[in-house]
């Protein structure tokens, strides 16, 4: 690990005002920038600890919604009473992330940020634009087992390896950031990170300087709320697909929906396709079929993660029925 100096911020506007030197970068639980930081993935020349702003709030506000404050513990967040009672979907997909001792030290605002686990991004004698730019791909041609089926281009097939993301992602939840000029603004989960296009290390839309302070969750949706998780093993793992869904009935017909992928794309991926497909027909394993292919239609696989568009398919189907029986 090269050498770098450190500071701990005192307060959010001390933080962004501390990350403007050259080369400094925030840490919070460190759970990814310190692994990242000893494979010189990552070489920062300063540290800027937020971890103990007074961010760590979970609050009900005044519309029935909820706010997480950025340094939030993950595995405080899933065990809330607020978001286990009306956003189950993100206790379980907390849940299904990483291991305990990590949830225990990873944060809401850290989650959101961690970089994909491409093992050619880590791997400093591989080519990856996401690490150095306009360098190559070596996941195009190459193992990619676990890569993106959906929004990829030909610049990077790297996904985003968050689970809390989808869940957000379904609940339509709004990221607050502060930027270096004290001003705020939300952007919601679905808008915050990029699509690769030819510019993969550019991975969300924040501005230099800007900080995550928290995540607005909008009152629930009706419905039943549902999180799974496809994997290689049964913990410590990434998802090679994952689905949360959010699903209402009335007599038999599906009268909301709302679904989102995780494992399969740069991003935590919300398919209104899927959705349209639902709303109004019979809640029925065919139904979730035919929305499942739309979700799908513009997949394309590398070779070795072709089985990840019938995966997902299946998963979403199972996830939707599941819902619905109240499984």
Not at 22 to 39: E, Q, R, V, W, Y
Not at 145 to 173: F, Y
Request: charge should be positive; aromatic fraction near 4%.
């Amino acid at each position: 690990m090269r050498s770098f100096t450190y500071e701990r911020a005192t307060d959010a506007r001390a933080a962004v005002a501390a990350v403007s030197r050259p080369g400094a970068k925030f840490i919070s639980g460190g759970t990814n920038l310190l692994d990242l930081m000893k494979l010189e993935v990552e070489r920062p020349s300063h540290l800027v600890d937020i971890s103990r702003l007074p961010l760590r709030g979970i609050e009900e506000l005044p519309d029935g919604g909820v706010r997480i404050g950025a340094q939030a513990a993950n595995s405080d967040t899933a065990a809330d009473v607020l978001v286990r009672s009306r956003y189950p979907v993100l206790s379980q997909a907390l849940v299904a992330g990483a291991s305990g001792q990590l949830r225990n030290k990873a944060s809401i605002g850290g989650n959101l940020l961690q970089r994909t686990r491409c093992p050619y991004f880590y791997d400093t004698a591989a080519d990856c634009n996401k690490r150095e730019p306009s360098s190559g791909c070596s996941a195009i041609g190459g193992f990619n087992r676990i890569h993106a089926i959906l929004g990829a281009s030909g610049a990077c097939i790297a996904t985003h390896p968050s689970d809390m993301a989808v869940a957000m992602a379904v609940l339509g939840a709004h990221v607050e950031l502060l930027g270096a000029d004290g001003s705020a603004r939300r952007v919601a989960v679905t808008d915050f990170h990029r699509l690769p296009g030819d510019t993969p290390h550019v991975e969300t839309v924040l501005e230099p300087r800007e900080m995550i302070t928290g995540v607005v969750l909008p009152p629930p949706p009706p419905g039943r709320q549902l999180y799974r998780k496809v994997r290689d093993r049964a913990s410590y793992e990434f998802a090679l697909v994952s689905v949360a869904v959010i699903v209402a009935t009335e007599r038999g017909v599906i009268s909301g929906a709302r679904v989102a992928f995780g494992g399969v794309a740069h991003k935590p991926w919300r398919s209104v396709e899927a959705e349209a497909a639902l709303i109004g027909r019979p809640a029925a394993m065919a139904t979730y079929r035919v929305a499942a292919e739309a979700a799908m239609r513009g997949a394309v696989g590398q070779g070795q993660n072709d089985f990840k568009i019938e995966l997902a398919v299946r998963t979403l189907c199972r996830t939707l029925a599941d819902a619905i029986q109240g499984r």
